[in-house]
């Protein structure tokens, strides 16, 4: 089973699109290990994008995720990196699919609602900016056996 970070983005929060996100993760079969509201500070948005400091677009990123309260998760399922880039849709929302979350809900890519770990390496990194260990909850859910084979 692997793991990624999820963020619902401020954008989403403000439009009130929280429960109906978390819903299309819980949908898909992912199994949330942990979830947090938190207002992101300079330091905790500047190290989840440290990859893309320096770009054009860097300093409004910054700006963004601190305007307004973010949702942080943990999820886990197989493939759950990949399963949750899909489930979210293309960067660009205009380029998202019909039926993702960013192509149902988003029109710009500066305004392009959730955040997902982009390989099991990244998620590592982002998981531990937020989590400990102890924060990631460990439980059973029956129905697993009906989704995964
Ligand atoms: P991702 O979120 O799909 O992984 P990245 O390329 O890692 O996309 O970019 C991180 C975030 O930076 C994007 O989700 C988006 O919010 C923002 N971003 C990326 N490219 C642009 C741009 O050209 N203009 C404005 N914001 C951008
Ligand atoms: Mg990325």
Redesign the pocket.
Known sequence: MDRTLVII?PDAVQRGLTGRIVSRLEDRGLRILTLRMIRMTQTLAKSL?A??EG????P??IS??TSSPVVLMVVEGRRAVDVV?KT?G???PLEAVPGSIRGDWGL?????L?????SQESAAREIGIFFEEKDLLKYDREVERWVFE
Not at 55 to 58: A, E, T
Not at 108 to 112: K, S, W
Not at 114 to 118: L, R, V
Request: net charge positive.
């Open positions: 983005k994008y990859v893309h770009k054009g677009f860097y409004g990123l963004y995720m880039r979210m293309a960067t660009d710009e890519i500066g305004r392009n959730i955040h997902g770990s982009d």
